[in-house]
């Protein structure tokens, strides 16, 4: 298993591989109410990867993960009741995770979540910071087993229509 900056040359399979987690999504039960071709889009992909921010996961050559891992909120974050006050840019942000439904409940979720944890902390960061669908449960459950911490519900992204709250987990990286 590797996991690793996404190449540019990968950006069209890494777009269509969002592209099947959403289509499996609309298909049970789309927890974080992606939008196939919208969010998380090739579109997307390539923005994120031209910044060094798109991360992928491989195993036997193919792509079974992708997630953003930056310092940009994308989102209003001075609204969360965060236990630390800190400013933008000292804090990671972990963005449209995505794991191969073929690889549910096998373990990498929580491995990808422990790269980014140890990503932040060689970075210098204080903390790591995420918003995520009130109703998606299982992201629920995989960041709060890692020990992420509930902070509040929260209007960060008024843009986003039809989703009119998320919740706000952080995690300090500080003693």
Known sequence: MQIRKCKTEEVAAVGAFYDTVV????????????QYKIYPSEE????????GFQYICKEDGKTVAAFVLN???E????????SVDLQDGEFMVIHALAVDPKFHKTGLGKKIIEFCID????SGCKA???DIVP????????????????????????EVEHIPKFSMYEMNLED
């Open 23 to 34: 289509e499996y999504l609309d298909s049970h039960t789309n927890y974080p109410k992606w």
């Open 44 to 51: 997307y992909v390539r923005a994120m990867t031209a910044e």
């Open 71 to 73: 310092r940009d909120p």
């Open 75 to 82: 989102g209003d974050y001075q609204k969360g009741k965060w």
């Open 119 to 122: 990503t932040a902390r060689r």
């Open 128 to 130: 790591i910071r995420l």
């Open 135 to 158: 109703d998606n449960i299982p992201a629920k459950h995989l960041y709060e087993s890692v020990g992420f911490t509930y902070v509040g519900d929260e209007d960060v992204r008024p």
